[in-house]
Nanobody, 125 residues
Framework: QVQLVESGGGLVQAGGSLRLSCAAPGRTFTFSNYAMGWIRQAPGKERDLIAAISRWSVTYYADSVKGRFTISRDNAKKTVYLQMNSLKPEDTAAYYC?????????????????WGQGTQVTVSS
């Protein structure tokens, strides 16, 4: 199991921005070899993969966030980021960082093996 620690959530008005961070501090996890992703779960809804980045920094975005969210990674810091712009009330959810099963681009929940504890994002109208 990989330790993943999310931060950066909070309350923001519609149209605003937030940046989520996810650190993988464990010594045994070779961060640069694995794809990483962000998944969110709104109250009463299923978890959705919204963004992912491969070890070669190839990215995937769900249609719901394309053009507004940007995923990036810093292998030296063992950290993946999610820059969220033009936030909407429907973006309100718990956001989870996840580590992929391989380095290849992931575009499904089953492609991820380890999950963080999540950070809450609330967008007010």
């Amino acid at each position: 199991q990989v330790q993943l620690v999310e931060s950066g959530g909070g309350l923001v008005q519609a149209g605003g921005s937030l940046r989520l961070s996810c650190a993988a501090p464990g010594r045994t996890f070779t961060f640069s070899n694995y794809a990483m992703g962000w998944i969110r779960q709104a109250p009463g809804k299923e978890r959705d993969l919204i963004a992912a980045i491969s070890r070669w920094s190839v990215t995937y975005y769900a249609d719901s966030v394309k053009g507004r969210f940007t995923i990036s990674r810093d292998n030296a810091k063992k950290t993946v980021y999610l820059q969220m712009n033009s936030l909407k009330p429907e973006d309100t959810a718990a956001y989870y960082c996840a580590a992929g099963r391989s380095g290849y681009t992931a575009n499904a929940l089953g492609d991820f093996a380890s999950w963080g504890q999540g950070t809450q994002v609330t967008v007010s109208s």
